[in-house]
């Protein structure tokens, strides 16, 4: 159960809406909006948000570039006064030095906690996210919440976002040399 205290925030006036949804299963979704960080002053802090991606994939180079382009969408996230909470950005340097294991099952009781505390789950469809087991259980569990789900088309959330390395990286499964 939610904490009463958090309100679900409506839509701050400094974001215009853009529809970005490619999801292949949004019943019951909204679409994400588009984030204008031009530094002006904005409201506050809104709603916690859970922002979900792709992470696992057997190339660890592929799992760095993932995790890379989760925290550039988080940082735009945060210039613009939403709270994100990324279990990639927060889980990956950890399973990293600490040698965990990066698969759902390993994962799912912390990451599911941190959906109950949030108050919308966000999704960036990095390629890779419709197989992405993690990402669709997340959506699944939000969605028994009644946890609002956005879906986020990346080059609307990462500044100089590359569609065609990303599917390059995706179709090959590994990260051309110079990306990192």
């Known amino acids: 159960m939610k904490s009463p ?22 019943e019951g979704s ?6 204008t960080t031009d530094g002006s002053q904005h409201s506050g802090w809104g709603s916690l948000v859970y ?6 994939h057997p190339n660890p180079d592929v799992r760095e570039w993932r995790f890379r382009q989760v925290c550039l969408a988080a940082a ?11 279990p990639i950005a927060h889980s990956h340097p950890i399973a990293n ?17 941190m959906i109950l505390r949030c ?11 419709r197989e992405s087991v993690g990402c669709l259980a997340e959506v ?3 969605r028994t919440l009644g946890t609002p789900v956005v879906w986020c088309a990346p080059e609307d959330l ?4 590359d569609p065609a390395l990303a599917e390059l990286i995706y179709q090959s499964g590994a990260v051309p040399k110079g990306v990192l």
């Open 5 to 26: 205290e958090f309100k679900a925030a409506a839509t701050p006036e400094h974001w215009s809406p853009k529809l970005t949804d490619t999801s292949p299963n949004t």
């Open 30 to 35: 909204v679409s994400a909006p588009n984030l």
């Open 51 to 56: 922002l979900a991606s792709p992470h696992g």
């Open 76 to 86: 735009e996230l945060i210039k613009a006064d939403v709270m994100p909470f990324s």
């Open 97 to 113: 030095l600490a040698n965990l294991h990066v698969s759902w099952e390993f994962w799912k009781t912390f990451d599911t906690a």
């Open 119 to 129: 108050q919308e789950l966000w999704v960036l469809q990095l390629p890779g996210i």
């Open 140 to 142: 699944e569990f939000a």
């Open 158 to 161: 990462i500044p100089d976002y």
